[in-house]
């Protein structure tokens, strides 16, 4: 059983910078991927960046590719996400996820992961 939570979501103008964490509690975060996905008002959640266990993967979605980076942390059992370069079109509620074995033509389907936290919103104005 994992439990996630993340924070560090916020108003940001366009151009501008946020750190989002998602802190993991349970046994298996060391051996997890993690994802981070986005939903936007009237929009499906879509996959936004993941990342191996072992870090040794990652992934991006491409409307993110080159200005967010997601790492992680095993010894803190957290996640982060580094978004610059923010546009209003990234803004939507950010939740992470967990999953186990997830195998990387997998990696960007929601039902890939078995536990997701709530969320926290990112809002980038004009």
């Known amino acids: 059983q994992v439990q996630l939570k993340e924070s560090g979501g916020g108003l940001v103008q366009a151009g501008g910078s946020l750190r989002l964490s998602c802190v993991a509690s349970?046994?298996?975060?060391?051996?997890?991927?993690m994802g981070w996905f986005r939903q936007a008002p009237g929009k499906e959640r879509e996959f936004v960046t993941a990342?191996?266990?072992?870090?040794?993967?990652?992934r991006y979605a491409d409307s993110v590719n080159g200005r967010f980076t997601v790492s992680r942390d095993n010894a803190k059992d957290t996640v982060y996400l580094h978004m610059n370069s923010l546009k209003p079109g990234d803004t939507a509620v950010y939740y992470c996820a967990a999953g186990a074995s997830i195998a990387y033509s997998q990696i960007e389907f929601l039902r890939s992961y078995n536990y997701w936290g709530q969320g926290t919103q990112v809002t980038v104005s004009s």
């Open positions: 990342i191996r266990w072992d870090a040794s993967v990652t």
């Open positions: 349970g046994r298996t975060f060391g051996t997890a991927t």
